[in-house]
């Protein structure tokens, strides 16, 4: 897929590479419970390549069009762990610090969410994140997605005494405008 700025494309091995920088950056897993060695990241490559193949849709890999640098990742995943509001398809995003403040995140979100709602077919898309991140919660509402605090959770793949256990929990149906 591609938008004004980004082609959104499934994984290369040359991926794996720049993928695990920004996985071991501190600054970029800030609202992650930890940061993740070359093995995890490139684990984390495969279950998203299989999420393709089971579902239709991932979490596609950010190229810039202009320069193809990759900038991290965008995209839908299926999340199962146990919550009031699981099962449920999840979009998401991940980029570089050099990628940050320059729109990339809202523009491949809302492909993202557009590919959820015309091509998969679903009736809904959330989006979760750590109470303290509030540039993905702008992202989140600048999506024009929802949220309610009675929604808000307490994260269960996240340490009991963790302080990135509080989650809030963002919605958007389908039929609901994507905001500009």
Do not use: C
């Not at 999420?51 to 950010?62: N, Q, R, S, T, V």
């Not at 762990?81 to 570089?96: D, H, I, N, S, Y």
């Not at 009736?123 to 600048?142: A, P, Y």
């Amino acid at each position: 897929m591609e938008t004004e700025r980004l082609i959104m494309r499934r994984w290369r091995d040359d991926d794996r590479e720049p993928f695990a920088a920004m996985n071991a950056d501190a600054e970029v897993m800030e609202h992650f419970p930890a940061l993740l060695t070359r093995s995890e990241s490139d684990g984390f490559v495969d279950r998203i390549e299989a999420g393709f193949e089971a579902h239709g849709y991932g979490l596609w890999a950010l190229e810039v069009r202009e320069s193809g640098e990759f900038i991290g990742l965008t995209g839908l995943v299926l999340q199962t762990f146990e919550a009031p509001f699981t099962p449920a398809v999840e979009v998401g995003w991940r980029l570089a610090k050099a990628a940050w403040g320059q729109g990339y995140a809202i523009e491949a979100a809302r492909e993202a969410v557009r590919y959820g709602f015309d091509v998969a077919g679903l009736d809904e898309i959330v989006s979760i994140t750590t109470v303290g991140n509030t540039r993905s919660r702008k992202v989140m509402e600048r999506l024009g997605m929802t949220r309610d605090i009675a929604d808000d959770f307490y994260h269960p793949r996240v340490a009991a005494d963790s302080p990135q256990r509080p989650h809030v929990l963002y919605r958007l149906r389908r039929g609901q405008a994507l905001m500009a």
